[in-house]
């Protein structure tokens, strides 16, 4: 198995905000005040959902690019929702400032349904824990 990424997340002395380090950057995460953190930053759902938009955006650049396809200016909007059994659904919508032909939008459509994070999130992922010394 190949190591890809790693991160490390280090508590603070401010409740729930806890300093993290992955890759060469440091990011900071918190939760809400609606449950008991200060706000001070993006939650682990925040993340969640900025990953799979960063992997959405990157991917449909690197295609369009190689088809010589102009996107301009792309957005995708994310939102995150919970069903009754607490299963989260992600729905994306596509945006481009360019004029994309229908059968473009529908590459686009399926290209994005198959990004590396879109696949791991879909798919899962196996997750395993220890204890350190």
């Known amino acids: 198995m190949r190591k890809v990424n790693t991160a490390t997340v280090v508590s603070t002395d401010t409740h729930y905000l806890h300093r993290i380090h992955v890759g060469h950057f440091d ?16 939650a682990p759902f925040d993340y969640y959902l900025a990953s799979l938009s960063a992997c959405t955006a990157i991917t449909l650049r690197m295609y369009a690019e190689r088809k010589g396809w102009n996107l301009g200016e792309f957005r995708a ?7 009754d ?21 529908n ?3 399926e290209i994005v349904a198959n990004t590396p994070v879109t696949k791991a999130m879909r798919d899962g992922a196996v997750i395993t824990s220890e204890h350190g010394a």
């Open 77 to 83: 909007e994310l939102a995150l929702s919970f069903d």
């Open 27 to 42: 990011l900071d995460a918190d939760e809400g005040r609606a449950l008991g953190g200060q706000g001070q930053a993006p």
């Open 85 to 105: 059994d607490g299963k989260p659904h992600v729905h994306r919508t596509l945006h481009s400032n360019q004029p994309l032909s229908n059968e473009q939008w």
């Open 107 to 109: 590459r686009l459509l």
